[in-house]
């Protein structure tokens, strides 16, 4: 029996993030010039599948993604305990550019969602030379909490349940009923506690405030695209960040929170035009 | 409103096994009009309609009238696609045990949603 194969390969390896140790798997597709897509809190690098396999990126770009430590196939690090786990703005940084230095990428593209969506704009901040460009998906320089979190990691919930149903309802009525499982079945997949400890970095440590004034879209150009269905980072906030940016935002019709997962076929649409221009 | 949570039961038979081992009763609100709402083993048996004298219930959910006809579009605008989203713009307030709604969260958002129209039209 013939089987259809998809262009991607998958790795692991062995990265130092701020002195310790972490066993890191990533997935690859294409070549030119390097793209790293980040995920978004509480799910892992399979978000990026249609990117991975889609022949017209591939052409130019290597796309690259990377499941955080915890997350997906990534490990945690040697004498991890459950309910330890807390992403802050340092660690997250530190694995990004623990990755791309590991690799040995030179002026990468970086598009991150959600999370990835905010820390594009920590990367913006400090190391604007080290980027070809940057692209923010569902980015806002902040976000109140607007329900209770701990819900995410109670011992008498489960963590799988809960995580599922709050992402199935940042995505779109409008997307496709399989993307969405799929999407919100990587959240089910989850270990306990992590969605949550992503979240630390989301709605407190990661918070922008008046820093954002400090981006130079002059010294690395930023694309920033949020889904009209987004609750969580809604277009308005996009748009707030990109008027102090001064740049365009593009809002994408018919996507919630997770574009690229939830309807590929929409998000890509928005996707070719930005990439031509970096390219 | 929402008295058509029971009667569809017979095509909400993959719906209930989300929540087999849930018997809860729940309180939805209009502000004007209120539905109880109990549930045994995952399946809605009753929906009665207020006014209560002293209603009895875990948790309330508590949005106006047309915030609740928003979110019962057949493809409802952004904003009032979710009770979460709802929650965020504030027109809709949780009250009460929440651990069973918390812990059946997918099963609940899919129940409600139930009740929109299978085909598009304006229902304003």
């Known amino acids: 029996m013939k089987i259809e194969k998809e262009p991607i390969s998958g790795q692991y390896g062995k990265f130092k993030i701020d002195g310790i140790d972490y066993r890191i798997y990533w997935e690859e597709a294409g070549q030119g010039i390097p793209l790293v897509c980040l995920h978004t809190a509480g799910s892992d690098g399979r978000q990026y599948r249609a990117l991975l396999n889609d022949k017209k990126i591939l052409e130019k770009f290597r796309v690259i993604v990377f ?42 593209v970086v598009m991150g969602c959600s999370i ?25 320089g902040h976000l109140d909490p607007y ?21 199935y309802g940042l995505m779109a009525p409008t997307s496709p009923e399989s993307d969405k499982f799929e999407t919100m079945w990587h959240y089910m997949q989850g270990g306990p506690g992590i969605f949550k400890g992503d979240l630390f970095f989301y709605k407190f440590d990661g918070n922008i405030g008046n820093e954002i004034k400090k981006i130079d879209n002059s010294k690395c150009p930023i694309y920033l695209l949020t889904g009209e269905y987004d ?49 | 409103m929402f008295k058509s949570l029971i009667e569809k039961n017979e095509k909400r038979s993959q719906l209930s096994m989300m929540a087999q081992y849930l018997n809860t009763c729940f309180m939805i609100s209009t502000i004007e009009h209120e539905y109880l709402v109990n549930i ?24 106006p009238k ?52 299978a085909e598009s039209k304006n229902e304003n």
């Open chain 1, 67 to 108: 499941d955080m430590p915890w997350h997906g196939k990534s490990s945690p690090p040697e004498n991890a305990k459950v309910g330890n786990y807390k992403l802050s703005t340092d660690f997250y940084i530190s694995q990004i550019m623990s990755f791309i230095n590991g690799l040995e990428l030179v002026k990468p």
């Open chain 1, 116 to 140: 990835g969506g905010r820390i594009i704009l920590h990367l913006a901040i400090n190391f604007p030379d080290k980027f070809r460009a940057l692209i923010g998906l569902q980015s806002a």
């Open chain 1, 147 to 167: 329900y209770d979190i701990s819900w995410l990691h109670r011992q008498d919930v489960h963590g799988g349940e809960v995580c599922g149903g709050i992402a």
């Open chain 1, 231 to 279: 609750y969580s980072a809604t277009p308005e906030e996009t748009k707030s960040l990109a008027d102090t940016i001064g740049i365009e935002m593009i809002k994408m019709k018919n996507v919630g929170h997770f574009p690229m997962s939830e309807n590929p076929k929409e998000f890509l649409k928005y996707l070719h035009p930005v990439l031509n221009k970096i390219s």
């Open chain 2, 40 to 63: 045994e083993k995952g399946v809605v048996k009753n929906v009665e309609e207020g006014p209560f004298v002293m209603p009895s219930y875990v948790f309330k959910l508590t949005a």
């Open chain 2, 66 to 117: 047309n915030e609740w006809i928003k979110f019962l579009q057949h493809t409802p605008e952004p904003g009032s696609h979710d009770i979460i989203a709802m929650l965020r713009r504030k027109v809709l307030k949780f009250e009460g045990d929440l651990h069973p709604l918390m812990s059946h969260l997918l099963y609940f958002k899919l129940l409600l949603a139930s009740l929109r129209p």
